[in-house]
């Protein structure tokens, strides 16, 4: 079973104690066993896709506990679940605290092609599991394009990120984890670790490129780069570490 180091943070005022969280999906307060209510969340979902929670949910907006082996030999079905249900929405990451449990777990997978032209920097990779996870920029570097969330359906918006970033923390082993990340999967890797900090995408997006799906496809689905709905909407762009309007 693996092993998770305990106690190398501190304590974050308003989050749960280890061994409990609060038990959202049924819409009440009650501290509850986490391992119970991820139990009864896989029983009540044999096909492994597990119901999401969009935006107004409470445990959106809050900082998710830190794991430390609560879920024991449970831990691995909930993760296999988390990416079931990631490959189905589709959605190529997905935090713990969108499928109601808050607890600072994380996976992200995209199975897309590498393509140099991809300004994006894009590239494929293989599902793998972010346990108590944070990231530092390595370089000064933002870059701008338009992202979605699982969370948030419907809508896409223009968000600048760190192009490089250093994600550290553990795997599903109990492995450490320390990489660097360049393009969309650093960016995919700090949409998911806001998530864990009660982040939703939209509190950094230029809230003036805010796009249906209907209006993106139409309008702005010609280039990857955000430039065009910026000139057109009014918002700045950053790419490769200078604005443009």
Known sequence: ??????????????????????????????????????????????????PLVHAGHPVL????????????????????????????APGVGLAAPQ???????????????????????????????????????????????FEGCLSVPGYQAVVARWRRVRVMGWDE????????????PARIAQHEIDHLRGVLYV???HLRSLSTMENLAQWWS????PHAAGEALGFPVEQQGSWTQ
């Open 173 to 184: 082993t109990g492995a450490p984890v320390d990489e660097v990340l360049t393009g969309w």
């Open 222 to 225: 010609v280039s990857a780069h």
């Open 203 to 205: 509190d950094r997006a």
């Open 99 to 145: 499928v109601g449990v808050s607890l600072a777990v994380a996976v992200m997978r995209d199975p897309g092609a590498a393509d140099d032209a991809d300004p994006r920097e894009r590239v494929a990779f293989p599902m793998r599991v972010l346990v108590n996870p944070v990231y530092e920029p390595v370089g000064d570097e933002k870059v701008s394009f």
């Open 1 to 50: 079973m693996p092993c998770f180091p305990r106690g190398e943070f501190v304590n974050v005022p308003g989050v749960e104690t280890p061994g409990t969280v609060r038990s959202w999906h049924d819409g009440g307060v009650t501290a509850v066993s986490v391992r119970d209510q991820v139990c009864e969340l896989l029983a009540s979902c044999p096909d492994g896709v597990l």
């Open 61 to 88: 907006r809050r900082e998710a506990g830190r794991y430390e082996g609560q879920l024991g030999a449970d831990f691995m079905a909930f993760i296999d679940a988390m990416n079931t249900t990631m490959v189905v």
